[in-house]
């Protein structure tokens, strides 16, 4: 399995203001994911991010809200944008198992409060 | 006993019980299954997975009871200790299909010493 990080861990915004949370993988692969928790619930989708194409957005999701940047094989940001109470939630960042491995790992979530 | 919370189902159980933590899936073209479990402050951890070709595979304590008649899917953890007090996930996808798994609602499990 993969080894991935995340920074920053937790984090306190005031409305209005963006964020950029980053993903750091210790092998390279093709796929990375950005998921929210939101307290108490299952983790959602957010989009998929392919080295060298923009990242494909789930529904109720948009590149205005949440940039993705993801200039190589190992490291992908996502940016929650102008932020207000309701985006106070825990995002995850995910990679896909290796060759045919169709698991996928995640990091520890990045904690973020919008107050 | 097991309880329907605000958000998660809940499961306490007492250390050294076997847990048994249910699941039901929705897409009966599902044919790969993934257990997670979250600890607090931390992102899910993979535990097990089992593929449609099985009905039963083993693992360190734990057990994955697949019965695709009624779509069913359970975790079986034995001998549970204060370390398994997590939230439980279940996924479900088609191998070889989409990358993305659906993830079912979560359980958490409380082991009182």
């Known amino acids: 399995s993969a080894v991935i990080s995340q920074k920053p861990s937790r984090d306190i915004c005031q409305r209005g203001t963006s964020l950029t949370i980053q993903c750091q993988v210790d092998s390279q692969v093709t796929m990375m994911f950005w998921y929210r928790q939101q307290p108490g619930q299952s983790l959602t989708l957010i989009a998929t991010?392919?080295?060298?194409?923009?990242?494909?957005?789930e529904s109720g999701f948009v590149i205005d809200k949440f940039p993705i940047s993801r200039p190589n094989l190992t490291f992908s940001t996502l940016t929650v944008s102008n932020m207000s109470p309701e985006d106070s939630s825990i995002y995850l960042c995910s990679v896909k198992g290796q060759g045919r491995q169709e698991t996928q790992y995640f990091g520890p979530g990045t904690r973020l409060l919008v107050l | 006993g097991e309880s329907v919370g605000l958000h998660l189902p809940t499961l306490s159980v007492q250390e050294g019980d076997n847990s048994i933590i249910n699941c039901a899936y929705s897409?009966?073209?599902?044919?790969?299954f993934i257990w997670y479990k979250q600890e607090s402050g931390k992102g899910p951890q993979f535990i097990i997975d089992?593929?449609?070709?099985?009905d039963k595979r083993q693992g360190q304590r734990v057990t994955v009871l697949l019965n695709k008649t009624v779509k069913h899917l359970s975790l079986q953890i034995a001998a549970t200790q204060p370390g398994d007090s997590a939230v439980y996930f279940c996924a479900e996808k088609v191998w070889g299909g989409s990358y993305i798994p659906t993830f079912g609602r979560g359980t958490s499990l409380i082991v009182h010493p």
């Open positions: 897409n009966s073209a599902s044919d790969y």
């Open positions: 089992i593929r449609s070709n099985m």
């Open positions: 991010a392919n080295q060298g194409s923009e990242a494909t957005y």
